[in-house]
């Protein structure tokens, strides 16, 4: 997908603090606490993975969608350079 940004954030980043929490209305459960893995289309949160328990927000469109396995894959590569480095 082009225009696809893939970073690190935290639940209270101000930056996006609204955006994330319209993701969260749009799907079945709260915002993901701590630390997040944040795909941004166009510099919009499309979807958020929490690196401590993997829970989820997307927007419902496939695109958002699309993202959460690479944000997935994104939080296990993050933890295990943790787990070697020891954070």
């Known amino acids: 997908m082009d225009g696809v940004t893939i970073r690190l954030s935290s639940a209270d980043d101000v930056r996006h603090d609204e955006a994330l929490r319209r993701l969260a209305s749009l799907g079945d459960g709260p915002l993901p606490q701590?630390?997040?893995?944040?795909a941004e289309l166009a510099g919009e949160p499309v979807a958020a993975v929490a690196l401590a328990d993997g829970r989820t927000v997307a927007e419902r469109s496939s695109r958002g969608a699309a993202?959460?396995?690479?944000?997935q894959?994104?939080?296990l590569q993050v933890r295990v350079i943790g787990a070697i480095w020891g954070f």
């Open 34 to 38: 701590g630390p997040l893995a944040l």
């Open 67 to 71: 993202l959460l396995p690479v944000l």
């Open 73 to 75: 894959l994104h939080r």
